[in-house]
């Protein structure tokens, strides 16, 4: 079981929760989206573009870990985990 | 400016809607165009660089295409002015998977024909083109453009890869002229199954080869449906108008301060008469002088003669982008236009004079007019 927790701006897309829990084995984080996208399509069409990657300004972590400094889509997620998707800092 | 909670426009007079870089405005007024109502910004702190209004078959329909700086962009609209917009649920532009590419922004919204009343396009980028069939709730790639094979060569402006103008040929439904920055102009003659570029005379400045076959930074290419084989291009270096739907043009810089600029309008009456703000080079990008000046031709190009009253002439830097400067279709004409300093002037006398709407308002990045009635 993992536990994805996500911004307030994407709450309309899990009808208002913040987060959102996976009981199915997800061994990467490309699993545990692609399981996000089954239960809310349209959070994940903003946390990934249509190539399947993460948008440029969205960061993903692990527990503490963010995945860009990790192995990006491919970083394992250990059963118990958090993943938590937030907005970067960067802004205009 | 006034900011109502609702602008809710009457049964006559003109809809501004105003994109800009951190959400959308619309305002109205009547047909004397001297005092507006405005309500905004919808869509806080996204950019909405492109909008449009759809009022065939009975439709009312505003469309804003609205972009998150961190989730991404979908197309929106409302029916009701504005007071409530979808929210799709689904990023409803968007590439095939095995494209390999990822929307970045939509840059134009525009109906169809008159006799296609469902049709609308997006001019998106990376440079390609969608269409609704059903007014707007679904889109689907031109796969013509989105496979042509000049595509790897196909390179961005400063403003990245974007398809920013789109004109259907109002007589005649195969045909389709769109513009690129930077690939130029691309022309379709069998209803966009293949486009070939239509650039001849529009030169590349940036390039050694300066008259390519592509590769030109077009700006923005405008026409008047009543006459619609003659366009008017503004090109990154250049004045342009071509008799021929695009297989050749000519320039026509003839007493502008610069030739270099971005926005372009047609009067929505006479095919002669153009409006564009030129800018200082693409090094600086200002108002030449300092001088904020409407230049309008009535010749279709033989002349031009800037239109300055009411409009700031010393300590003016201004910018004014590709989609920011348009005209109503009232007669006199009116005309606007926003520039990426936050402000907003119109004109209700066909640029004689000008009186400035807004100010203060976020980088001005597009501006659309719609006619009530």
């Not at chain 1, 984080?29 to 573009?49: E, F, S």
């Not at chain 2, 045909?175 to 003659?189: E, F, K, P, Q």
């Not at chain 2, 090109?235 to 810089?253: K, P, Q």
């Not at chain 2, 004689?352 to 659309?368: F, Q, T």
């Amino acid at each position: 079981m993992i536990t994805i927790e996500l911004p307030t701006a994407l709450g309309a897309f899990v009808n208002g929760k913040s987060h959102v829990v996976v009981d199915e084995p997800c061994p990467t984080v490309r699993d545990a989206l692609a399981a996000l996208g089954k239960r809310a399509p349209g959070a994940l069409d903003r946390v990934m573009d249509e190539r399947g990657e993460v948008r440029q300004h969205v960061n993903v972590f692990v527990n503490d870990q963010n995945i860009r400094f990790a192995d990006g889509l491919r970083t394992p997620v250990p059963d118990r985990s958090t993943i938590t998707v937030l907005a970067a800092i960067s802004g205009g | 400016m006034a900011r109502a909670k609702s602008t809710a426009p009457r049964d006559s007079g003109v809809l501004l809607l105003v994109g800009t870089m951190k959400g959308a405005f619309l305002l109205w007024s009547d047909e004397k165009r001297k005092k507006w109502r405005a309500d905004g910004p919808h869509f806080r702190g996204e950019s909405v660089y492109a909008m449009a209004h759809d009022n065939r078959a009975g439709r009312h329909r505003t469309f804003a295409a609205t972009r998150s700086f961190y989730w991404g962009g979908v197309l929106r609209s409302s029916d009701d002015y504005g007071r409530n917009w979808s929210s799709p649920e689904r990023q409803n532009v968007r590439f095939p998977t095995d494209s390999g590419l990822a929307l970045v922004q939509i840059w134009q919204v525009t109906p169809g024909r008159p006799s296609e009343p469902d049709v609308l396009y997006c001019g998106v980028e990376p440079a390609a083109l969608f269409e609704s069939r059903d007014a707007g709730e679904s889109w689907e790639p031109v796969e013509g453009l989105l496979n042509h094979e000049q595509r790897p060569q196909w390179q961005p402006g400063a403003g990245g890869l974007c398809l920013h103008t789109i004109i259907p040929d109002p007589q005649n439904a195969k045909r389709m002229l769109i513009a690129i920055s930077a690939a130029g102009v691309y022309r379709t003659d069998d209803g966009g199954k293949t486009w070939k570029p239509r650039n001849v005379g529009v030169r590349a400045e940036f390039l050694p080869d300066k008259y390519p076959e592509f590769g030109q930074c077009v700006h923005k290419v405008v026409h008047h449906p009543a006459r619609p084989e003659r366009l008017f291009l503004q090109n990154h270096w250049g004045l342009y108008r071509s008799e021929n739907w695009g297989d050749s043009w000519t320039d026509i810089a003839n007493g502008v301060p610069s030739d270099f600029g971005f926005a372009m309008t047609m009067h929505p009456k006479d095919a002669d008469t153009v409006y564009i703000v030129p800018l200082e080079s693409d090094q600086f990008r200002c108002t030449p002088e300092a001088k904020l000046r409407v230049y309008k031709t009535s010749n279709a190009g033989a002349s031009w003669e800037p239109m300055t009253d009411g409009l700031p002439q010393s300590g003016a830097y201004e910018t004014v982008l590709r989609d920011a400067l348009v005209s109503d279709s009232l007669d006199p004409a009116g005309v606007y236009f926003g520039t990426r300093s936050g402000k907003l002037f119109g004109s209700s006398d066909e640029g004689e004079s000008w009186h400035e709407i807004a100010d203060g308002l976020p980088p001005v990045v597009c501006v659309k007019t719609a006619t009530l009635t």
